[in-house]
C-alpha cells in the first residue's frame, strides 16, 4: 500500500513511497470525538520519535457519529489552532463500509491475526518499517499508553 497516492488535507497529492522504510502510526481522527484529546499524545508521539524514524499520519473521517462533519480546511485549521498538530494530516476519507478507502482496506485485512473493521475514531494501526502492519489498537489506547509506546519502540529498534 505504500505506492499508492493520498491526499494532504491542503489538496496535494502525497506519494506514500516517501514513508517507505520508516514506521507508521496510521490513526483514523476525528475533530468532536471524545477521543479527540488524544491529537495532544499523537503530537508528543511525532515529537518525540519523528527524528528516530516514525511518521503519524492522521486522517480524518466522518464514518462514525459525524463527529468530523468540517472540510478539510476546517479540520487543518482545528487540528493546528486547538492541538498544534505538525504531523501529516490527510483529507478525509471513509475508514468503513461500502466506501472505505483503500488504505483503510488494506490495514483491515492486510495481517489476519489483525484484520476487522474499524469500530471508531481514534483507532491506531502500527505499521513496520517493512510495510507489513505489526500491532493494531483500540480508540481507548491512548498515545502515551505503555503497551504502544513499547510497540513503536521495539518498531523503530528493527532494521527490517
Not at 108 to 130: C, I, M, P, Q, Y
Request: charged fraction near 20%; charge should be negative; proline fraction near 5%.
Amino acid at each position: 500500500m505504500l505506492s499508492s497516492t493520498q491526499t494532504s488535507l491542503s489538496n496535494e497529492p502525497v506519494e506514500m513511497s516517501r514513508y517507505k522504510s520508516k514506521v507508521l502510526l496510521i490513526v483514523n481522527v476525528a475533530s468532536n470525538c471524545g477521543y479527540t484529546p488524544q491529537y495532544d499524545g499523537l503530537q508528543a508521539l511525532h515529537d518525540k520519535y519523528e527524528s528516530q524514524g516514525l511518521a503519524v499520519l492522521g486522517f480524518p473521517a466522518n464514518d462514525f457519529g459525524a463527529q468530523e462533519p468540517g472540510t478539510n480546511e476546517e479540520i487543518a485549521t482545528f487540528c493546528k489552532k486547538n492541538y498544534g498538530v505538525s504531523f501529516p494530516m490527510f483529507a478525509k476519507i471513509s475508514v468503513h463500509g461500502d466506501d472505505k478507502a483503500p488504505l483503510y482496506a488494506w490495514l483491515t485485512h492486510s495481517n489476519s491475526a489483525l484484520a476487522g473493521d474499524v469500530k471508531w475514531n481514534f483507532e491506531k494501526f502500527l505499521v513496520g518499517r517493512d510495510g507489513n502492519v505489526i500491532a493494531r489498537f483500540s480508540s481507548k489506547v491512548l498515545p502515551d499508553a505503555p503497551e504502544l509506546v513499547k510497540a513503536i519502540e521495539a518498531a523503530l529498534a528493527s532494521k527490517s
